[in-house]
């Protein structure tokens, strides 16, 4: 039996039902292969995992991808999420009423190569890099309900419901970078350019386990709660429904309703590539980076269009 390990991007939780479901289900076993998910290591996050052989696949972004340190040794296989759940919450009784009220505060962003998005949401409001201090920290809620910090980093499925229980409705005021076109997807499959070279039969048996987890956690989310409470019991039914129910409406948009779920929509790396060359970067050629063969010789019913919205 094929082991593939596969880091995930954060902690397990409904966020990654399908990839759960694809392990304890055993989906890729009748192929020969067993995955393996892996939660969030800081010392060694999601692409790096993956560069350094630790894993051999990771869940992790296109802008993750072109913005690590050999995005040619990595290929972008799918993404279920087609839409970015990134929020920047701050306080209306702090004086902060447009992203350019946050000149001279500081933002709470998750360590290494995170902060992207909010960099360039900054840049096109107009403000310099510098202008908010950025600092790494792990946890982006706790700094900013104490007032640390003006404003962190966080998802609308899991952080923001934090923030929203502690802080009354009329003081909170909500950015994201979907009003100035500067959203960047958090979700992706990628694996190492050797296991797809090498091993094309061990990916695509991945792949089309995956989708299949990812189908019948949106076919049926009982089920998928259950998977999720399995691998972290330390959680609630309620906590998993509502975390997979804010998956799915970010995942049935875009192209999963024009081309099926899962599929690697190029926009998504297009994105990351001119978020980087107008903060100065040089972004690297993305010729290859995206890998479609897999998703496209997945069963028709695991990567459908038809879904209901």
């Not at 082991?3 to 392990?23: C, D, M, N, P």
């Not at 009423?97 to 409001?125: F, K, M, N, Q, T």
């Not at 089309?208 to 998928?224: C, K, M, N, S």
Request: charged letters at 25%; one cysteine or more.
């Amino acid at each position: 039996m094929r082991e593939i390990r596969i880091r995930l991007l954060w902690h397990k939780q409904a966020q990654f039902a399908g990839y759960l479901l694809a392990e304890q289900l055993g989906l890729g076993e009748r192929a020969g292969v067993r995955i393996i998910c892996e939660g969030l290591d800081f010392s060694c996050k999601h692409v790096n995992a993956v560069l350094t052989g630790l894993t051999e696949m990771c869940v992790a972004s296109p802008a993750h991808l072109v913005e690590s340190s050999d995005p040619a040794a990595l290929r972008w296989l799918l993404s279920i999420q087609q839409d970015s759940p990134l929020v920047y919450p701050a306080r209306r009784s702090d004086g902060i009423a447009s992203i350019a009220d946050l000149a001279g505060r500081s933002a709470g962003v998750w360590p290494g190569h995170e902060d992207l998005e909010l960099r360039w949401i900054l840049a096109r409001a107009g403000l310099s890099d510098d202008a908010v201090t950025r600092v790494e920290m792990p946890d982006t809620v706790t700094p900013f309900l104490q007032g640390e910090t003006a404003t962190g980093q966080m998802t609308c499925y899991h952080e923001l419901h934090m923030v929203e229980k502690a802080i009354p409705a009329e003081d909170l005021v909500i950015f994201d970078g979907k009003g100035s076109g500067c959203a960047i997807l958090k979700d992706g499959l990628i694996a190492s350019a050797a296991l797809v070279d090498e091993e094309p039969e061990v990916v695509q048996t991945v792949v089309d386990a995956v989708l299949e987890g990812w189908t019948i956690a949106f076919d049926d989310p009982g089920r998928a709660v259950a998977a999720c409470l399995a691998a972290r019991p330390d959680r609630t039914a309620e906590e998993e429904r509502t975390q997979l129910d804010a998956i799915r409406a970010l995942s049935m948009t875009g192209a999963t309703l024009t081309e099926g779920l899962g599929y690697p929509d190029p926009g998504h790396m297009e994105n990351a590539v001119a978020a980087m060359a107008e903060l100065g970067e040089t972004p690297p050629e993305t010729e290859g980076l995206r890998d479609a063969r897999f998703w496209q010789a997945a069963p028709a019913r695991v990567r459908r269009p038809d879904w209901q919205v």
